[in-house]
């Protein structure tokens, strides 16, 4: 998007004037010259909206999936942040009214059953309308099945340190993740501390530094939560 011009004046009187006459419609509506428009006389069809203004209505639309999670459904803080953050998509894509005719699904997902919880996401209307979408909601949520599964150890693990395994899970599959040994025996004796280091002391974490650097700090900040690694 191109640099706004700058003008030779102040435009608040302008801006007073066009805010006067146009007045302010939050929803889409049909103007008088038959063109859909919104907010203060925005024409949508001749301008339509910047990529800056749909990043902002994201991050908008976001933060309201958030809070009326929060609202709604409190329990989500404690799952996993994959759980979690297929929750926000689910609250933003179907509308939290939505979400909750999700009955079953929601209720595994609270008991932490997740093979049952991501069987439930598919068999519904909207996964055969969105498809992939669905489908790539339902393997994060397996990612779990898979820990708890695959590492005897693994069900006994607090929430946030599962899902870290999940997400390394995800990049590397079971052969990469088996091969990070010594990080695996400091989370399987729950020494938080030590598996952040131990991780980040790995040929993934070097190949994968920014989302390393991510996993090792949320492991650490249960230890401390003031805890920086550099």
């Known amino acids: 998007m191109n640099p706004p011009t700058p003008c030779p004046f102040p435009l608040e009187r302008v801006r007073q004037t066009v805010m006067r006459h146009e007045g302010v419609r939050l929803k889409a509506y049909t103007c008088p ?27 908008n639309d976001l933060a309201q999936s958030v809070g009326e999670l929060e609202r709604f459904l409190p329990w989500w803080r404690g799952l996993p942040r994959l759980v979690g953050e297929v929750l926000v998509d689910l609250a933003f894509n179907l509308g939290i009214h939505g979400l909750l005719t999700f009955r079953k699904a929601l209720s595994a997902l609270k008991a932490q059953q997740w093979e049952e919880a991501a069987k439930e ?52 599959g079971w052969t990469g993740l088996k ?10 004796w729950q ?26 700090l949320r492991l650490s900040s249960k230890v401390n939560p003031c805890l920086e690694f550099n």
């Open 33 to 59: 010259a038959g063109k859909l428009t919104i907010g203060f006389g925005r024409n949508l069809e001749a301008r339509g909206i910047s990529l800056f203004e749909a990043q902002s209505l994201l991050e």
């Open 121 to 172: 996401l598919l068999d519904s209307k909207w996964a055969r309308q969105v498809g992939p979408r669905a489908q790539e909601a339902a393997d994060k949520v397996r990612l779990l099945a898979q820990v708890e599964a695959k590492l005897l150890w693994g069900k006994e693990l607090p929430a946030f340190a599962k899902g870290v395994l999940a997400e390394i899970l995800g990049q590397t």
């Open 179 to 188: 091969g990070l040994e010594e990080f695996l025996a400091a989370l399987q």
């Open 191 to 216: 020494d938080f501390f030590a598996a952040a280091k131990e991780l980040l002391d790995t040929p993934w974490a070097r190949q994968n530094p920014k989302l390393a650097q991510e996993l090792a």
